[in-house]
């Protein structure tokens, strides 16, 4: 509970860049399920971070962040823009069939968002190619959707 303080906190921190709300928190579902938080750097670059577990692995905890390119209006879906966003993070997670150890290493994600503009909602799928490299190598994927509500 304390790390995820820690991540809002550090999000709160940031003063806003824009005239638009630039810091979002919401949830997401798959892999991990848990909370995410992105901040608005400029209109092109953010960062974001999450935190959850794995429903199908229910000893995998997993805490990430990520800078991320923004390609807004990338593609178009029955007149609906959708962006485009990739990057590159660092995750840490646990794995209690292991013997409870912690694995980190490199991630790099990649996904879709929509934005609405009332409220201030984006809505998105992500999926993040993880290889972890301390204390051994091990690859794994994340897929997860969610929905971040941007207030700040």
């Known amino acids: 509970m ?4 820690s991540i809002a906190m550090f999000f709160l921190s940031f003063p806003a860049l824009a005239e638009t709300p ?5 949830v997401t ?3 991990p399920n848990g909370v995410t ?16 577990w794995d429903l199908l692995d229910s000893g995998k905890f997993e805490l990430y962040s990520d800078y991320l390119w923004n390609r807004p ?16 993070g660092l995750a840490l997670r646990s794995h209690s069939g292991n013997g409870n150890e912690l694995v980190i290493g490199p991630r790099l994600p990649v996904g879709v968002s929509y934005e609405f503009t009332h409220p201030d909602l984006e809505v998105f799928a992500a999926f ?7 204390p051994h190598s091990d690859v794994f994927l994340d897929a997860h959707v969610g929905v971040r509500f941007y207030l700040f």
């Open 2 to 5: 304390k790390i995820l303080l």
């Open 22 to 26: 630039s810091t979002g928190l919401g």
């Open 29 to 31: 579902l798959g892999s």
């Open 37 to 52: 938080a992105r901040h608005w750097l400029s209109q092109e670059n953010s960062i974001d971070a999450g935190a959850g």
């Open 73 to 88: 209006d990338t593609f178009e879906i029955n007149g609906e823009k959708f962006d485009l966003f990739f990057g590159g």
């Open 128 to 134: 993040a190619l993880n290889v972890g490299i301390i």
